[in-house]
């Protein structure tokens, strides 16, 4: 939480109402002035001003200083430039074509990135009915148990809902194609606006699409990926099987998309269609071998489709029928929670190994 917040000098109401309306989206607090006078106590120490052209044109009566910006409706005229060369404005930014950048700057002050960046993760099906979505969920309540914690996204409109599967149908909050965001988002504004599954560990924020209308766009789910990675929490992405525009953004963004095949020749031959516009797109790609068979064995599964095995996960006895109960994860210690740890174990060497 920061100490001081942005100091606003505005009088144009339409104005002042988009940047107290930006400003919420970033989670940023802020402190108002009606005029220069009423700003002269926190004009030094704000670490952000921000005024209208109104504010600008007035003759300059405070000492110049870092962090001003100045705010304008549509293209700035000639004399705004002057206004703003005269007030020592470091930015000028014009609404509605610049919010972007207005967002960011407000959310550089409430946010500061944390130390290590974030793992995004995504995880699809190589057939229907393969049980991703409920290895997405177990990745993202065992990463959130870690330092940094996690976020689950759903990115699978025809999926029904990673809410349903965790038993958060009832609870308030955003879901899918409510979520409208583009450019700088601020993580911890997100995930406090989100149902959230509690856990032993913590409390696992959940963007799930909703029962009617679109899945993601693309610019919305990149914003929320950036955020959640910026601020050092593992994104889990649960992807559908057939690639939108939205899909193919995480999965280029994933440091690592789990790809999970039953051992089944079926399955085998169903993963590589899955396979086939995933390797397009990225090559950290890997396989988690679910189930068994008499006649193939999870190594040979993943040698017949390519990428390296990740886990072999055994059938769970009573997992799907917890499932269908709203009880997950049904145990702590089954074949499920070990295979999760498998994947996150891999990711997070990967990650130590690309940035050595």
Excluded: Y
């Excluded at 209208?52 to 910006?69: F, I, K, Q, Y």
């Excluded at 930014?93 to 407000?106: K, M, N, R, S, V």
């Excluded at 959230?196 to 909703?210: D, K, M, N, T």
């Excluded at 210690?333 to 295979?339: E, K, N």
């Amino acid at each position: 939480m920061i100490e001081e917040r942005p100091l606003v000098v505005a009088t144009d109401e339409t104005v002042l109402d988009e940047i107290l309306r930006v400003a919420a989206v970033a989670g940023c607090e802020l402190e108002r002035a009606p005029d220069l006078d009423a700003a002269r106590v926190s004009w030094a120490r704000a670490p952000l001003v921000v005024l209208d052209e109104d504010t600008a044109r007035l003759p300059p009566g405070l000492p110049r200083r870092e962090g001003v910006l100045l705010v304008c409706k549509g293209t700035p005229e000639a004399r705004t430039w002057e206004h703003a060369f005269r007030r020592g404005v470091e930015r000028v930014i014009c609404l509605p074509d610049e919010e972007t950048e207005l967002a960011g700057a407000f959310a550089d002050i409430v946010e500061t990135p944390a130390e290590q960046a974030g793992l995004v993760l995504g995880v699809v099906g190589g057939r229907g009915g393969a049980g991703a979505s409920v290895l997405a969920a177990s990745l993202a309540l065992a990463a959130d148990r870690e330092p940094g914690g996690a976020l689950l996204v759903d990115c699978d409109p025809l999926g029904g809902g990673l809410d349903l599967l965790l038993g958060l149908e009832k609870t308030p909050g955003p879901r899918w194609p409510e979520v409208k965001l583009a450019g700088r988002v601020s993580a911890p504004a997100l995930a406090s606006a989100l149902p959230q599954r509690r856990h032993r560990g913590g409390s696992l924020p959940v963007l799930a699409c909703g029962r009617e209308g679109q899945g993601p766009g693309a610019a919305a789910l990149s914003a929320v990926v950036a955020a959640g990675r910026r601020a050092g929490r593992t994104v889990v992405c649960d992807l559908p099987r057939t690639l939108g525009e939205a899909a193919a953004e995480a999965v280029t963004a994933a440091d690592l998309v789990v790809v999970l095949v039953p051992v089944e020749v079926r399955a085998c031959m169903a993963a590589k269609q899955v396979l086939r516009p995933l390797s397009q797109l990225t090559a950290r790609l890997g396989i988690v071998a679910c189930g068994r068979s008499k006649s193939a064995s999870a190594a040979q599964t993943a040698g017949l489709l390519g990428p390296p095995l990740l886990a072999s996960m055994p059938l769970e006895r009573g997992l799907a029928a917890a499932v269908e109960r709203g009880e997950f994860p049904a145990k702590a210690g089954g074949p499920l929670a070990a295979a999760a740890a498998s994947v996150l174990a891999v990711a997070r060497r990967e990650a130590r190994a690309v940035n050595r």
